[in-house]
């Protein structure tokens, strides 16, 4: 493992540093400071489409700034508009938006249907969707999970038919993050019943979410927060020339990722952020709050390791890519260590603001660290489900890692 950066990439450190020292809103780095950051309801999606007028606001500033030094996605190919970066860049700038606190723009449209359409889009395709990705004019959804097919996807039965020049599409997704910030979706759709269970799918554009027969139901996670829903087609249109590749290939379109950054740096610098925000809550403004138990103590100081040790396994992902090896089981490892380490550092937070952390209510005046922990004690769970559960990650592990027999 290399923990050290050249000079080039050293210079590339402190141009995305100055970009955060000046340009970051004070929206945003009163979130990270006050803790509140994770969990926040949309995030930059959200705030893009808000009514509050700074949350708007911060949205729109931070996304010039961002498009003005062509980061907005930083993974695409020069000449598609992106900035080209090698995946050490890549790295390098999640980690520093990661320690500032600061919002990733742009959504699934960047992070991944972008990136997909460069690949397997028509020019019309890339001429039309590209552009609009890249202002921030148009946020796209992911409809890929339904409610009998979400790690075993390929089991999907949302069906698009063929009628004359569109397809006419039935059925339903769930857990559409987002959605109801979102402009337009894209799903992956059967569109042949009787092809074998990876085949027969395609990959549809639906270019307009208000789309007649096209409904959104939220669904309501435990902390009354609105990031899901249910996504219901009923006789859905879209023009045949919106299918992504080939029609009854779309599995294989869909599996297509530009940005081989894999290291989940973002959440192992966020797992050593918040176990520093404990530590300064407990010995700090919320202290007359904290009883420090010997084993609370303890609890501290493995959370504490367990954050160095999430930060050094993606520090050996990205080592591993630097050197031109794809990483596989080393991937599965990290997401799954880091997940599982944020839950365990959530119910650490509680215990160690005993029956302060109760309080719900950020704005309470004896809540510890705004409700911070009390918060991500309910919001990382599905950490260790969404990615990939850890069941499935450990499946990899064991089969791709330890050459274990499937069973």
Known sequence: MDWSDTPEQAAFRQEVRALIDEHLPDLYRRMRDDGTEEGYEGGWIADRASDDAERKDAAEDWTDAVSAHGWFAPHWPEEYGGAGLSPMEQFIYNQEMAEAGAPIVGGSGVSFLGPTMIVHGTEEQKEKYLPKILSGETVWAQGYS???????????????????DEYVINGQKIWTSNAHYSDAIFALVRTNPDAPKHRGISFLLIDDIHTPGL??????????????????????????TNVLGEVDR???????????????????????RQIGQLIEFAHGRDADKVRMLPSVRGEITDRYLEAEVGANFSFRIISMQNAGVIPNYEASTAKMFISESRQKLARTGMKTFGLYANLWDEDEPYAPAK?????????????????????????????????????
């Open 146 to 164: 339904e409610p009998g097919a979400g790690s075993d996807l390929g089991s999907l039965q949302t069906r698009a038919i063929r009628d004359g």
């Open 215 to 240: 409904n959104l139901r939220p669904l309501i996670n435990m902390a009354w927060q609105h990031g899901f829903n249910e996504t219901f087609f009923e006789d859905v249109r879209t023009p045949a």
């Open 250 to 272: 779309g599995w294989y379109v869909g599996m297509t990722l530009l940005d081989y950054e894999r290291s989940n740096i973002s959440g192992a610098v966020t797992l050593r």
């Open 371 to 407: 409700t911070a922990f009390t918060q991500r004690y309910i919001t990382t769970i599905p950490g260790t489900i969404g990615g990939g559960s850890s069941e499935i990650q450990r499946n990899i592990i064991a089969t791709r890692g330890l050459g274990l027999p499937r069973g």
